[in-house]
């Protein structure tokens, strides 16, 4: 049975949340993750057990408070027994997700953001969950149901009315495929397990730094730092402990080769990860995983566990004494910001992800301001496949400044969704003409933070060279329309912001109220100049990345497909944001006037 | 010498608060009165306004008498200066934003005992309130805007002599406060 609404944080609550703490060390650092457990057994975070925690972790409640209120995915207030969150990117539209959640809204007589009267079920939208290639999705509890159609979501109501435990429901349901659409170096390994670190280990330390220098391994988190350097770097810096981390924080929407990687190809992971903590000398790892992937957690715990008893993790690994490392699952509970390393570290210390200032940066002063490396999911297995394959035969592969392969996560429109792995340099008519689009318009390259290409720039490649990218690839035939695809993104980024910086926090939002208004039909030419300022404004004064980027979908879709924008304007110079005399219409039905003092024209 | 410039001021959904900061440019007020003659402004009592090169508007817009008001500012003034957290962002009177008109009249009117004797008032003369307080901006084009609450007599006064030199206003460290 799932947790009741009314659950009391009575004798056994507290006991529970005791052994918890007690788990846990009692350690502050590890606060998000006890509220997340705690979320999961009350359903939302209750006010009793936040005075206990605070007193069991010897920290105020203000900051238990702080930090829980600032992920999505924990609730200090009530909420319904089913927590139902639809999964709001640009493709989940796209395959008409809005009417899904109109439909189940209908059904279980609620309305979108309110928990049910009887608390039972609340139904709201999140961010993209990372299930693009088989969207519309959505979370319920945090658990993710993918291909979802007017039939299923049916099945889902019926199922909440009926208080069927999640336990029960169709396995079908909750399967998450990993459409492998086309292979390569990192998809077709066959590598057996420890191979890569019995290779490394009989060279060295240095010489697996060597190795991933001279092979040319750029960060495939979007970036593109030297992955050889940054190891460097993190080894020389002084420090009492070194630490490795995964970021598996995949939030960029339109991306999840991380959840195919961490699905299909674990233990490459982890092994790159043990590898990196040969490098760096590292004795403790971290794979921050991202919440919406909650479900890859037992898996991914049981794949550790195994490479534990094959001596792969744990102390002296494959018999060699002081090589100690073990690795460490964090879960995230929904910021997107917590893609940002500095800011990740944060919240692997417990606390809101607000990102720090750089530098110092994480190699030199990152978990516990220890030198740190952090390295995305794919960064790990490929730095472990140019190790096993020597510098020079991973540097033939792919362009002289993106070495080796890339995995592409495509969605949109086209007939074949999924991972694709190329070599650096493909082009995108190639993806396209492989993922089979056609009269495609335009495509996204590495998410809303990313690049819009139109028809005219599909011969541009993808690399370091041209077009990094992190890996989302979302296509946009010629039915869409690039207003309303950028005004998606322009909402992601204004839900996203940490709002640590007010550039940020409040340039977000009013980029946001500035396209809903041109949305609305109230805009005019004078917006579209404005959305030009603030873009300038967020660009030159935000504090990390997310505020920087948020405007490129709307500079990039200005510049190609400015039309898309124009025809939704008035063509005077400004206009009211709202209806005026609309807006009179509840007083002139409170006072029952209808003389013309009771009405307002647009202009004077 | 130069033709004076002509300025206008008034308060809407405001409380006068930024008004009195301008007062506070003190004894600055008569070096401004070589410079500037007054339009409609709470100094001289002047109903409507006529055309200016100068207006600046305190308040946000939360009814229909507002709406009027504004749009002749907007008609008449050359530049329009939103001064205050009330003008910029709805302020004080925008915390009714989150509920209902109709509830809010009702709670006053009909469930609260003592006033307007159990109906809500509908004589004409008296100017419908939105549904929502708005910022200026969002109802005309604004050039300017002084944020504070209120921005201090130096602010103001900077600002102006900045704008009455045909200067671009900055507002230098010490003269935003974020607090």
Partial sequence: MLPDNDTQFDASGQAWLDQLTARHRNDASRLLQILREMQERFGHIPQDAISRLAERLGIPRARIESVASFYSFLHLKPQGEYRVLFSDN???????????????????????????????????????????????????????????????????????????????????????????????????????????????????????????????????????????????????????????????????????????????????????????????????????????????LEPLRAVLQRRRDSNLLGESILGKSGFDFDIDIHLGAGAYICGEESALIESLEGKRGVPRNRPPFPVTHGYMQQPTAVDNVETFCQAALAVQMGADKYRAIGTEKSSGSKLISVSGDCAYPGIYEYPFGVSIREILQDCGAVNTRAVQVSGPSGVCVPESEFGRKLGFEDLPTAGAFMVFDDSRDLFEVARNFVHFFAHESCGFCTPCRVGTSMLKQTMDKIANGHGTQYDLNEVENLDRVLQTSSHCGLGRTACNPVLHTLKHFRPAYENKLKSLMFSPAFDLDGSLARARQMTGRDDAGAHLKETE | MSKKLRVATTSLAGCFGCHMSFLDIDERLLALLDLVEFDRSPINDIKHCGPCDIGIIEGGVCNAENVHVLHEFRKNCKILIAIGACAINGGLPAQRNHLDLGSCLTEVYLTEPGLAHGHIPNDPELPLPLDKVHPLHEVVKIDYFIPGCPPSGDAIWKFLTDLIAGKTPELGHGLIKYD
Avoid at chain 1, 207 to 219: E, H, M, N, W, Y
Avoid at chain 1, 258 to 280: I, S, Y
């Fill in chain 1, 90 to 296: 640009i493709t989940d539209r796209m395959l008409g997700n809005q009417a899904l959640l109109e439909q189940m809204c209908q059904l279980l007589w609620l309305q979108p953001g309110k928990v049910s009267e009887d608390g039972l079920v609340s139904i709201n939208t999140t961010s993209c969950t990372g299930m693009c290639d088989q969207g519309p999705a959505l979370l319920i509890n945090g658990r993710a149901i993918t291909r979802l159609s007017h039939q299923r979501v049916q099945e889902i109501a019926q199922l909440i009315r009926n208080r069927t435990p999640m336990s029960d429901w169709p396995a079908d349901f909750f399967h998450v495929g990993d459409n492998i659409r086309r292979g390569g170096l990192l998809l077709d390994n066959k590598l057996a397990y420890g191979e890569v670190l019995h290779t490394a280990l009989a060279a060295g330390a240095q010489s697996i730094i060597d190795t991933v220098k001279a092979s040319g391994l750029r960060g495939r988190g979007g970036a593109g730092f030297p992955t050889g350097l940054k190891w460097e770097s993190c080894r020389k810096a002084q420090g009492s402990d070194h630490y490795v981390v995964c970021n598996a924080d995949e939030g960029e929407p339109g991306t999840f080769k991380d959840r195919v990687l961490l699905t299909r190809q674990a233990d490459l992971v982890f092994e790159g990860m043990t590898l990196c903590a040969l490098a760096v000398g590292a004795k403790q790892g971290f794979l921050y995983l991202r919440g919406e992937y909650r479900y890859l």
